[in-house]
């Protein structure tokens, strides 16, 4: 389609609107606001929300300031979900899309879900896969999870499938159910995309649309953290929509939550930890043979570490 070529006109097409909350990403947000400026699709605003950041963030971007589809915004540091409301009610464009300040995008990704959308026009989340990249920019051997098309409530109780840098949102929806939960310091996106799944239809496409960065100090490395804020989540959501979550989804859910949960800790040898989650999860389902197989798998590392441990001494 001509009107979505790199050599279309600038007013050719929907706008579409890019919003990015940054905070001290001075380092990595100039290859993130490229990585939009340069989208085979160049309809597009992107605003950048700097969350009262004390790097030399302003100075590393103020030559892509002379674009006029970048937009910058300061404000003192209220967090991320305040910051990408910021951006949102700056947004003028028929779709929306987030990407955080250490990201990419790949240089099709605005392009190729415009074509998703004319090609399912019952679609109102158009989203896909990330290809994990390290602080240096390297490739990482992670694999994308399992995700899932239609209405997605059920399976997205199970865990946050939905990657929040890939997606697209049609306006409407935003105008319908608002932002971002400014009362949520981590997990805003899980909260958000649960919302959005009571009303509105999903569309996931099996193509890489971000280098996702894995960073020791992003917020998301905070698991337990993370965890906690999930769960408060999980919690008040079926509080909020008993009439979408039945009892069994319900129990599905925290079984599959606290298996999660219990992986982790026992990754870190948080081992009294996981056992006690991989017992709630068998709690609330103990025909479900993944925490069982969690426990075997947990007590086989055990043994082998200190097996190796008793080698030594």
């Known amino acids: 389609m001509s009107r979505r070529g790199s050599g279309g006109k600038k007013g050719d097409g929907p706008l579409v609107s890019v919003v990015t909350a940054t905070y001290n990403r001075a380092h990595y947000l100039p290859g993130t606001i490229e990585s939009v400026l340069r989208q085979t699709y160049p309809h597009l605003e992107h605003h950048v929300v700097d969350d009262g950041s004390a790097d030399n963030t302003k100075e590393a971007i103020a030559s892509y300031l002379e674009d006029s589809r970048l937009k910058y915004h300061i404000q003192s540091n209220r967090g991320q979900a305040v910051a990408r409301n910021v951006g949102l009610a700056h947004a003028k464009g028929e779709y929306i899309c987030f990407l955080d300040s250490d990201n990419l995008w790949e240089r099709d990704k605005v392009e190729s879900q415009l074509g998703e959308f004319e090609a399912h026009p019952e679609a109102d ?52 159910l608002g932002g971002l939960d400014e009362r949520i310091r ?128």
């Open 125 to 176: 989340v158009v989203y896909g896969d990330i290809q994990a990249i390290d602080e240096e920019g390297k490739p990482l051997d992670i694999p994308n999870m399992t995700r899932y098309s239609g209405q997605i409530t059920e399976m997205l109780l199970r865990d946050n499938f939905v990657s929040f840098n890939t997606a697209m949102i049609r306006r409407r929806c935003y105008e319908e």
């Open 186 to 313: 981590r997990a805003d996106d899980y909260e958000f995309f649960l919302r959005y799944s009571t009303r509105f239809r999903f569309l996931y496409v099996p193509k890489v649309y971000v280098q996702y960065r894995i960073q020791r100090k992003q917020i998301s490395s905070n698991k337990e953290a993370r965890f906690e804020s999930n769960r408060s989540i999980l919690e008040n959501f079926m509080k909020q929509h008993p009439e979408l979550v039945s009892e069994e989804t319900r129990k599905t859910a925290w079984c599959h939550f606290y298996t999660r949960r219990g992986r982790h800790r026992a990754s870190t040898a948080n081992y009294s930890g996981a056992l006690g989650d991989y017992f709630r999860a068998i709690g609330y389902r103990p025909a479900n043979v993944v925490p069982w197989r969690a426990i075997l798998r947990m007590l086989l590392l055990w043994r082998q570490k200190k097996w190796k441990l008793e080698k030594v001494s």
